[in-house]
């Protein structure tokens, strides 16, 4: 168990919609990255915030948009849902630091129909 | 960019060794990770790498060239349990993302 957790678990959404997908960062993490995740493949960097800023992000489209809230709690947004959006999204904690890992949740698991 | 390479699959016998390469080319570097991932389920921290040398951890070990763009994860007197997924990452500079490789699915057989 990381202190990381994730909801929802599983989602199913249909082309078009929009979704939003929640995280819990571990006790004493200031810092979440979100990752996409697809079979077979390994994650994929979205974007990270830290102290409610975005600072940095991957080569993901704008669809793709995400919030840090004051309890150091995320969201990651995607709106326009394509089929190729369908993957685990993963979010992942951490300190800013060198030596500082991420600890990844659980992980929600979206099908885009 | 980042290119980071490991093999797709291996398979080894329950109480073996097996050693897992990754090697990386990166625009920049601040520490290279290893993740276990068992399936359906979210990446495990394994070990961190940043200066050259050996880093030991119980039945794991992971190894760093720098120079050599190269790491390997040595896991020993294997389990059934070490059946999964082993996810490469290397950091950038800056400190803030992880780029992976694809993953090497380790299977352990009787």
């Known amino acids: 168990e990381t202190g990381v957790t994730q909801s929802p678990t599983h989602l199913i959404k249909t082309r078009g919609q929009q979704v939003t997908l929640r995280c819990s960062s571990q006790?004493?993490?200031?810092?979440v990255s979100w990752y996409q995740q697809a079979l077979g493949q390994g994650p994929q960097f979205i974007f990270q915030?830290?102290?409610?800023?975005?600072?940095g992000r991957g080569n993901f489209p704008p669809r793709f948009s995400g919030l840090q809230f004051p309890n150091y709690s995320s969201e990651l947004n995607v709106n326009a849902l394509e089929l190729d959006d369908s993957a685990l999204y993963l979010c992942?904690?951490?300190?800013?630091?060198?030596?500082?890992?991420?600890?990844f949740g659980p992980g929600t698991r979206l099908l885009v129909l | 960019g980042q290119n980071i390479d490991q093999p797709t699959e291996m398979t080894a016998t329950e109480g073996a060794i097996v050693q897992i390469n990754c090697t990386y080319q990166?625009?920049?570097?601040?520490?290279l990770f290893w993740y276990q991932q068992h399936a359906g389920e979210a990446p495990t921290f394994l070990s961190y790498?940043?200066?050259?040398g050996l880093e030991e951890k119980g039945r794991f070990s992971s190894f760093l060239s720098r120079s050599k763009g190269y790491s390997y994860l040595l896991l020993k007197e294997l389990q059934m349990k070490d059946s999964a997924s082993y996810l490469c990452?290397?950091?950038?500079?800056?400190?803030?993302?992880?780029?992976f490789g694809a993953g090497t699915t380790v299977t352990v057989r009787a």
């Open positions: 992942a904690s951490s300190k800013p630091g060198t030596r500082e890992t991420q600890y």
């Open positions: 006790s004493g993490h200031n810092t």
């Open positions: 990166t625009s920049g570097f601040n520490g």
């Open positions: 915030y830290y102290r409610e800023e975005e600072n």
């Open positions: 790498n940043v200066l050259d």
């Open positions: 990452a290397v950091r950038d500079v800056g400190d803030y993302k992880l780029s």
